[in-house]
């Protein structure tokens, strides 16, 4: 398994952007479909965004796309996070993860090794 460490969350109002970073140990990174989730108070944790091996491939759920981006850098072993045109309903804590799915890449929690421990976003209104 691979060790991940989110950071780059915080409070930002309704409109605003942030970026999201997703660092992981080793130098198996490159081997890794990476996806990020989130889970609001009270809800199930739901997919946001996932990217193929090579980042030649990137899947988002239809509630962020257009606003959000996701890439990675495997000579810096990291996947980010843009984050544009916030609104309240983003708030969640996010967390990246990491898959040895056989496909691209997959929007299944389950299909994913290995977890960061999370980082909140808080959009105000």
């Known amino acids: 398994q691979v060790q991940l460490v989110e950071s780059g969350g915080g409070l930002v109002q309704a409109g605003g952007s942030l970026r999201l970073s997703c660092a992981a140990s080793?130098?198996?990174?490159?081997?890794?479909?990476m996806g990020w989730f989130r889970q609001a108070p009270g809800k199930e944790r739901e997919f946001v965004a996932a990217?193929?091996?090579?980042?030649?491939?990137?899947s988002f759920a239809d509630s962020v796309k257009g606003r959000f981006t996701i890439s990675r850098d495997n000579a810096k072993f990291t996947v980010y996070l843009q984050m544009n045109s916030l609104k309240p309903e983003d708030t969640a804590v996010y967390y990246c993860?990491?898959?040895?799915?056989?496909?691209?890449?997959?929007?299944?929690?389950?299909?994913?090794?290995?977890w960061g421990q999370g980082t909140q976003v808080t959009v105000s209104s």
């Open positions: 993860a990491a898959s040895n799915y056989i496909g691209l890449f997959s929007a299944r929690p389950s299909n994913y090794e290995s």
């Open positions: 990217i193929s091996r090579s980042g030649g491939s990137t």
């Open positions: 080793g130098r198996t990174f490159s081997r890794y479909s």
